[in-house]
């Protein structure tokens, strides 16, 4: 399970190193793609693999299953650690989550969130927590 917040900056190659804690999960190799709210998913393989597994079992007559996997998988690049605990973002991944220095890495259970500070910042107000958590219920979280 991934969780916490770790502030780091991306260099100007689009290097980014992954916290220690997250790295020991993650493994050598796993999967960065386009995420929710501007930000990207990282995924473990085994995550990963059961996430493909599905997305392939969506109706491919319905139009909107067809575009939420396509936003998913086209976006989707298998990276590697380097010596130094870093991974290489693809460019086109890099400005789809607007990341240019600043950076927050955030644990969401079974993946990891890379957020733009500036993003993270906007998106993370949790003013509305308590309204959000009142429909917590519909969906079969009860707190």
Not at 33 to 42: K, N, Y
Not at 54 to 82: C, H, I
């Amino acid at each position: 399970m991934f969780m916490g917040e770790y502030n780091h900056t991306i260099d100007a190659k689009g290097r980014l190193i992954i916290p220690a804690k997250f790295r020991e999960a993650l493994d050598e190799q796993f999967v960065v793609t386009r995420g929710l709210d501007d930000c990207l998913f990282v995924y473990p393989d085994d995550g990963w693999k059961a996430f493909e597994e599905k997305l392939s079992t969506l109706p491919v007559a319905n139009k909107n299953a067809r575009k939420f996997a396509r936003f998913f998988l086209s976006g989707a690049a298998q990276v590697e650690l380097d010596k130094q605990g870093r991974i290489l973002i693809p460019n086109t991944l890099r400005e789809y989550g607007g990341l240019e220095k600043e950076v927050v890495l955030i644990g969401v259970a079974n993946r990891v969130e890379i957020w733009s500070k500036a993003r993270w910042e906007e998106n993370a107000a949790m003013e509305d927590m308590d309204e959000i958590a009142e429909h917590m219920d519909s969906l079969g979280l009860s707190i």
